[in-house]
């Protein structure tokens, strides 16, 4: 593992090795790598109770979730900023994942970097050790605090109270990972936030454990690449989210033959996204499909209502074996709201 590590560190070691007899040369100012100039607010934080890993960002910047955020089930989260080298993100994780801690993997990369002066990052491992760098050529106001599986990063602030603010915010909200990291973000907004303004935004969270399935991990992959508001339009996409978890369960029950958790689900589902009609129809559609038609009919009227094309898909589903193959009954669903 110690020879993959070391192998790992030393491909971004600068190599200077003067000839035998060479005097060494005076020392020359390295020009950064990777000055994507990605100056924002971020959170990095591990839940002390689910083990959930996250991260979340906005910035003044087009897209700064692309390069910004990054996080590994089972492995930690990285938040690299300022003039940015997404390596600290790629081989942060990789370093982790190999058994160092936030604290070794930071240090390492930091000791490999010719300007770690211009770099902010932010670092969690999967026991919730942090890690924080802010170079000293990072634009003011720049400021990081930790605590207890968390850090909070920002540079070119308009405030220097906005990392303070965050931080309040993460400690005392309630609710999930994600609402925590969505609530440290709109505070550090409410202080004042980047001095340019704001452009875009980014949450990221994955499960305690690995699954074996990637994707499954991400909870939470969220982004607004552009945007007048960015944070309010990822909080809306945070409710959507959650509604589509509740969509997808649903869809679970359904294969499970659990009809009455199934219903549920839709349920929640359609408390989360009032006015539209796609958890209201296939919440019917799995009603009808359990034989419970007179309970479908309701939902099938509003769906319609919404959306008139609905009606059209029905008789489909009779085809794809998504409900009876019963024509009586497709008539019946399509004739639903109809005087």
């Not at 003067?18 to 994507?36: M, N, S």
């Not at 989260?77 to 080298?85: K, L, N, P, R």
């Not at 499970?256 to 689900?265: C, S």
Request: with cysteine; proline share 6%; net charge negative.
């Amino acid at each position: 593992m110690f020879r993959r590590l070391a192998l790992l560190v030393s491909l971004l070691l600068p190599v200077h090795a003067p000839a035998a007899g060479a005097q060494e040369p005076p020392p020359t100012i390295v020009a950064p790598r990777a000055v994507r100039p990605a100056h924002t607010y971020s959170i990095v934080a591990r839940d002390t109770v689910t083990g959930e890993l996250g991260v979340a960002v906005q910035s003044h910047w087009f897209s700064v979730g692309s390069s910004v955020t990054w996080a590994e089930s089972g492995v930690g989260a990285v938040a690299t900023q300022s003039f940015i080298d997404p390596s600290y993100g790629a081989i942060g994780l990789e370093l982790m994942r190999a058994g160092r801690s936030a604290g070794e993997t930071l240090a390492g990369l930091l000791a490999a970097d010719p300007t770690p002066e211009v770099r902010q990052v932010g670092m969690v491992d999967a026991l919730g050790r942090t890690a924080a760098h802010t170079g000293r050529l990072a634009i003011m106001h720049a400021c990081d605090r930790q605590g207890p599986s968390w850090t909070v990063q920002a540079n070119l602030m308009h405030h220097e109270t906005v990392c303070d603010a965050m931080a309040r915010a993460y400690q005392e909200s309630d609710g999930d990972l994600a609402e925590r990291l969505m609530r440290a973000l709109e505070a550090a907004e409410a202080e004042g936030g980047d001095i340019r303004g704001r452009q875009s935004a980014a949450l990221l969270v994955v499960a305690a454990e690995p699954s074996g399935r990637p994707w499954a991990d991400r909870l939470f992959d969220l982004r607004v690449e552009d945007h007048a508001a960015p944070l309010a339009e990822l909080r809306r996409l945070l409710g959507v989210a959650r509604a589509y978890r509740h969509m997808n369960e649903g869809d679970e029950r359904v294969t499970d033959g659990d009809i009455d958790g199934a219903v549920e689900e839709y349920r929640k589902a359609e408390e989360l996204l009032p006015g539209e009609s796609e958890p209201v129809f296939w919440h019917a559609v799995t009603l009808a499909s359990a034989g419970r038609v007179e309970e479908s009919l309701p939902l099938f009227a509003r769906a319609f209502e919404m959306r008139p094309e609905w009606r059209e898909l029905v008789p489909r589903l009779d085809d794809a074996g998504l409900l009876p193959s019963e024509p009586d009954l497709i008539a019946t669903i399509e004739r639903a709201g109809s005087p």
